[in-house]
């Protein structure tokens, strides 16, 4: 959390996340939204029922033994944003820690709905694992097409702005692949933007996302 | 004939446009515009259904159209807009009294501060619709499905500026009654009929059983017509595909009920067909609705929040006025809108329901700097705002932007202020104080002020605005030179309400000016003015005394039921120390202590304590700066991470505070500061709490900061450095397409002001990155940062 190793997390830290971890669940109105298609991946996009594709030669890899693809949006709401403005204006120190709540909130929203996906699965069916726009060679540009096809702007109120950021900030747009084998869930450090500057990474660690 | 609202029949809009396409193979991803012009016949033939099950209006294939989607379908928006309206009206014209609406959806951007899209931009962007829309013959102007307010209001100014049609406009709220942006039923209604929209409902998000307690609230508070479109039920998704669970039988008695509860136009949103709409209009045979409309209600709003005068006392707060402040004026000149949002939300905490906003100050671009304080306060703070001005212009751009309806302080009984003023307020769907003086002056006599408020509320009657719009403030003055003066304006207050039924505003402090122990004067008088009836001081929030007042007027008045808000505020204060504080210990501590440890309120009394054996200056570069030192170097050796950096770095920035109220006061100018940096979140990039952590960091360093925000174009950044001096630029970049910005930037910059240094950092940036956009250094963190500026 907020980049502290385990041994030098502080009472008094770790007392203050839990409040403001309190008032992002009070601001924020997690919302969902998720369908399933039939693909297919090619070399470096994966087609959506023969009407869009999601460019990028990694999802394609991942998604390559999958016949079906979930596509998922999820968001906290404009309320968090709010809450994020304001205590940027009041306190720094609160706002840091208010935004990787929000971050780790919007994370356990996409995973219950992830898990929500699953349920609604065949036991012979699994999930590949979750890859946003942004993430690996998966174009920022192409969460247009997942608010697109699943009406995300109508069902959800997530948008985009002019240069593909989502809009409530603290949102999640995503493609996981349904494939009939199991395949490594966890999220690959080498396909990660951060990849270059991520401390957890120096340290020889990761963020854990996905590590579970 | 012209298409009208009438009081006594229903009007039956069409059911889904959507929903017929996917039925005749549109699929998901298509654009339903592009269909306008490669199969006319297909639209016409959805039209006609829906005019054969009983409709009375259909809405032209444009709700998605706009400039956007026209270039994705590589045509014109007017063509792919007046093909619509035109196979809509053709449609109309072998039948009688049916109607083609145009229909205009939200763009699909978000407005600014919350999104990209600057206000104007969105004007103009359904600008084009409407006159395309218009120009091809459309009868009405539907706006639908609308979930931020603001966007909501730049289409219905765009509409007003382009036509003269009749307008509706529609919003989808969740089922707590809020849309995704936060706005309320409420706030809609009172929004909208300021502006003068001609209906306003609710439409898609649910199905009719789900709408029914939203439907119960518009139809509680909207004096105008409203609509409801619901959709058929709610989403079931199979296969990716949407199924709605409400059928034709259970659609219709729903809108029946609607319709007998008062909605006077209706319609069908998602998953509705022309067999839904056929048994509507069987169903609404024979029915007329019980309503009586509700009267207008005195009346402000953000979008979340709503208030209204008369209920219970409402406070409107004063602080956000330069004038006599010299911190706020300091601030303003150098257009620091930290300060304001700091006293904005301040106020808020103290109880404040409505926040005056004044930027009034001889040698700034008043006008710009009210619609820009308007719009930060409105991204940090929910309370109503009212605009203070004596400049029209100012009032003008301020209200235009304005989130929701404000309250425009003032007009007064002058034939100019009422003929500029006026037309500002009706325009832009606001309320309005009027100002008991005219070209003689203020009246001596309660009767002369009863008699200038009067042609007030006339004028704006004239002007279109109801009276229920227009509050009045009968101005106080100073008793201690016109003695006999406070006993007519309390009169004022009662005859006001009394013989115009119109509600009172007053700015009660300047009754004590002169005398001393202003505060006796002052919450006395603020009491005899609440028992003559007013219903909104404009006081210091703060103000304990004041608050006092107030908190036992509501108590003896019966306001504050069971007098628990009072108990809850007072009990347990007869013992209480004289004021609340943070303070924990009793021990004191020194002013690299209070750092170290992130105290806020200690390094002010540390700082305080230093004043009598140091100036500001050698404060800051002895005490200050050693402190952050040691803690950054804590930081960067891992010993403490950015939370406990956070606190430390407020800590000094109060001590910071303390020391530039008196470097203000005493004139020694910002003159001493280290270096001038502007900082910016470059074009494209929304995220911006990088820069503000570096920011306050650097402040603390005694650099003087000028922040330009976030999503910053180029030019901007070019413009400032050139305004302020600046020798450094500091840009922040979170996303991977954004650093292509970074460059264009910096290669701007090189061009435009090549001595400036410029520092970059963000996520995902790197030395390597950094060398590719051309900056002269990369900070991977804040402390970075200073150290790449040098040491002091």
């Known amino acids: 959390m907020l980049g502290i190793p385990e041994e030098k997390m502080t009472a008094e830290i770790q007392g203050r996340i839990g409040e403001l971890y309190r008032r992002i669940r009070e601001a924020s109105v997690p919302r969902s939204v998720f369908a399933v298609f039939d693909i297919e991946a090619h070399d470096a996009e994966v087609l959506f029922e023969d009407s869009f594709s999601i460019r990028g030669r990694d999802l394609a890899n991942i998604c390559r033994d999958c016949k079906k693809a979930a596509l998922l949006a999820t968001t906290l709401g404009s309320g968090t944003d709010m809450l994020l403005r304001r205590s940027q204006t009041e306190d720094m120190s609160d706002a840091v820690i208010l935004d990787a709540c929000a971050s780790a909130e919007i994370e356990r929203v996409t995973d219950m709905a992830e898990s929500e996906i699953i349920r609604s699965l065949s036991p012979e069916e699994h999930l590949t694992m979750r890859f946003s726009p942004g993430y690996g060679d998966v174009p920022l540009e192409d969460s247009k097409k997942i608010i697109s096809a699943l009406s995300a702007d109508r069902r959800i109120g997530l948008k985009l702005t002019g240069a593909d950021m989502l809009v409530p900030m603290k949102s999640v747009t995503a493609v996981i692949g349904i494939s009939e084998r199991i395949t490594g869930r966890n999220k690959d450090c080498t396909l990660c933007f951060m990849r270059e500057s991520c401390t957890y990474k120096k340290r020889g660690g990761s963020c854990g996302i996905q590590n579970k | ?792």
Do not use: W
């Not at chain 2, 347990?572 to 004021?579: A, L, M, Q, S, V």
């Not at chain 2, 960091?697 to 302020?724: C, Q, S, T, W």
């Not at chain 2, 060398?771 to 250094?777: E, N, Q, S, W």
């Open chain 2, 1 to 792: 004939m012209a298409f009208r609202i009438n009081e006594h029949e229903t009007i039956i809009f069409d059911g889904a446009m959507g929903t017929m396409l996917q039925k005749r193979g549109l699929k998901r991803g298509g654009i339903p515009e592009l269909l306008n012009l490669t199969a006319p016949d297909i639209i016409r033939s959805i039209h006609d259904e829906y005019f054969d099950a009983g409709c009375d209006v259909v809405s032209a294939n444009t709700f998605g159209a706009n400039r956007y989607k026209a270039e994705k379908a590589g045509r014109s928006l007017s063509e792919l807009v007046s093909s619509a309206v035109e196979i809509a009206k053709k449609a109309t014209s072998c039948r009688k009294g049916k109607y083609a609406a145009l229909d205009i959806g939200p763009c699909g951007r978000v407005l600014q501060p919350t999104g990209d899209l600057p206000f104007e931009e969105a004007v103009e962007i359904f600008s084009e619709i409407v006159r395309a829309g218009a120009g091809a013959g459309a009868d009405l102007i539907l706006l639908e499905t609308f979930t931020d307010l603001y966007e909501l209001k730049a289409a219905l100014i765009a509409v007003k500026e382009n036509s003269d049609l009749p307008v509706l406009a529609t919003m989808s709220f969740e089922e707590n009654g809020t849309s995704f942006f936060g706005a309320t039923v409420e706030s809609m209604v009172l929004t909208l009929q300021a502006l003068g929209a001609d209906a306003l409902g609710v439409n898609c998000s649910l199905g009719p059983r789900q709408l029914v307690p939203i439907v119960e609230r518009l139809l509680l508070s909207s004096s105008i017509p409203v609509m409801v479109q619901p959709n058929a039920g709610l989403p079931i998704f199979e296969n990716g595909e949407a199924r709605y669970d409400v059928t034709t039988e259970e659609f219709a008695d729903h809108i029946k009920k609607f319709a007998e509860d008062g909605a006077l136009i209706v319609g069908g949103c998602c998953g509705t067909d022309p067999d839904y709409m056929r048994l509507v209009k069987e169903r609404l045979k024979g029915v007329t609705s019980r309503r009586h409309r509700p009267p207008l209600r005195t009346g402000v709003c953000s979008p979340s929040r709503s208030v209204f005068f008369g209920e219970d006392t409402l406070i409107i707060g004063e602080r956000l006025n330069p004038t006599g402040k010299k911190t706020l004026q300091a601030a303003l000149r150098a257009k620091d809108m930290d300060h304001v949002l700091k006293e904005a939300i301040r106020q808020q905490e103290q109880g404040a329901h409505i926040l005056d906003v004044n930027m009034g100050l001889p040698d700034i671009d008043e006008p710009e700097m009210l619609k820009k304080a308007v719009i930060e306060i409105q991204s940090v703070v929910d309370l109503p705002l009212q605009l203070d001005s004596s400049d029209p212009n100012a009032l003008e751009k301020a209200a235009r932007v304005y989130n929701g309806k404000p309250l425009i302080n003032s007009v007064n009984g002058k034939k100019e202020s009422l003929e500029k003023i006026l037309p500002i307020v009706k325009k832009y769907g606001a309320a309005v104080l009027g100002l008991t003086l005219d070209d003689e002056g203020i009246p001596s006599s309660a009767e002369g002020r009863l008699r200038i408020a009067r042609n007030i509320m006339e004028e704006a009657q004239k002007t279109g605005i109801p009276k229920e719009d227009v509050l009045i403030d009968c101005l106080v003055m100073t008793v201690s030179a016109q003695q006999e003066q406070a006993a007519e304006t309390l009169r004022a207050v009662r005859m006001v309400r009394e013989e115009l039924g119109l509600k009172t505003v007053l700015g009660v402090s300047n009754v004590s000016f002169g005398l001393p122990s202003r505060p006796i004067i002052n919450r006395t008088m603020l009491t005899m003015a609440l028992m003559q009836g007013l219903d909104a001081p404009i006081m210091n929030p703060g103000d304990e005394g004041m608050r006092e007042a107030i908190a036992a007027f509501r108590v003896l008045m019966g306001k504050d039921p069971q007098a628990s808000g009072f108990i809850a505020e007072y009990s347990g204060t007869d013992e209480k120390e004289p004021k609340k504080t943070e303070t924990v210990t009793g021990g004191s501590f020194s002013l690299p202590q209070a750092i170290k440890g992130g105290l806020k309120r200690e390094a002010e009394k540390a700082t305080e304590a230093l004043l009598s054996k140091m100036g500001p200056l050698k404060i800051i570069e002895r005490e200050i700066i050693p402190s952050l030192d040691s803690v950054g170097k804590e930081y960067e050796s891992q010993t403490i991470f950015l939370p406990q950096l956070m606190k430390s770095a407020e800590a000094a920035k109060a001590s910071f505070e303390l020391l530039r109220r008196i470097i203000a006061k005493e004139g020694q100018a910002g003159s001493e500061v280290r270096a001038k940096i502007v900082i910016a979140t470059v074009q494209g990039d929304i995220h911006d709490i990088g820069k503000n952590i570096v920011k306050v960091i650097l402040e603390n360093y005694n650099f003087r900061m000028i922040d330009l925000g976030k999503d910053v174009p180029p030019e901007r950044i070019v413009e400032a450095v050139k305004e302020h001096g600046a020798e450094i630029v500091g840009l922040s970049a979170l996303m991977t397409t954004t650093v292509s910005s970074m460059k264009t930037t910096i290669d701007l910059l090189r061009k435009e002001c090549p001595p400036v240094k410029v520092i970059v950092g963000g996520a995902v940036l790197t030395d390597s990155l950094a060398k590719y956009v051309g900056a002269d250094h990369y900070a991977k963190d804040a402390m970075e940062a200073v150290r790449i500026l040098g040491p002091k």
